[in-house]
């Protein structure tokens, strides 16, 4: 039995979505990431479940034989710090996370604090990894 991936695009809306994230730092870095993200991909944002904004589409199929649609790029803007799903344990990101600044990762995520405190010059590199190589 073939499984439906819970996070599908344009469940809900974007805007509603920006407008209540807190800390209002949180909302004003999201807003640097879509015009990051959007310059590198050439997609519009778009609302993937509850709370992750993509942009792009990136279809995938297991080995088992699940398959589905995932953005090709994206991040979400938690409370405590945003969370970027650039593939960050891949190796040639990995080499970049020593110049991008404060964060940590986790098995395929970065999280930063606060986009003050990371190379921006380093985070486009990093994005535009995650993009090309989900082509």
């Known amino acids: ?8 695009p ?3 809306p974007l805007d509603a979505f920006l407008a209540k994230v807190e800390p209002l730092q949180r909302r004003v870095d999201s807003a640097t990431l879509i015009d990051l ?9 778009q609302l993937w479940g509850p709370s992750i904004i993509g942009f ?3 279809h995938y199929v297991y080995e088992s034989g699940r398959e589905g649609d995932t953005p090709r790029i994206a991040f979400s803007p938690r409370k405590a ?9 891949q190796p ?7 110049g991008l600044g404060k964060h940590s990762t986790g098995k395929g995520c970065l999280y930063i604090k606060q986009l003050a ?3 921006m010059a380093v985070l486009e590199r990093i994005v535009q990894l ?6």
């Open 1 to 8: 039995m073939s499984k439906t991936n819970q996070t599908q």
């Open 10 to 12: 344009g469940q809900f």
């Open 37 to 45: 993200f959007g310059k590198i991909s050439g997609e519009p944002p």
């Open 56 to 58: 792009g589409s990136h």
């Open 81 to 89: 710090q945003l969370v970027l799903y650039v593939g960050a344990s």
């Open 92 to 98: 040639e990101t990995a080499a970049l996370l020593p």
């Open 117 to 119: 405190d990371i190379d």
């Open 130 to 135: 995650a993009f090309d190589r989900r082509a």
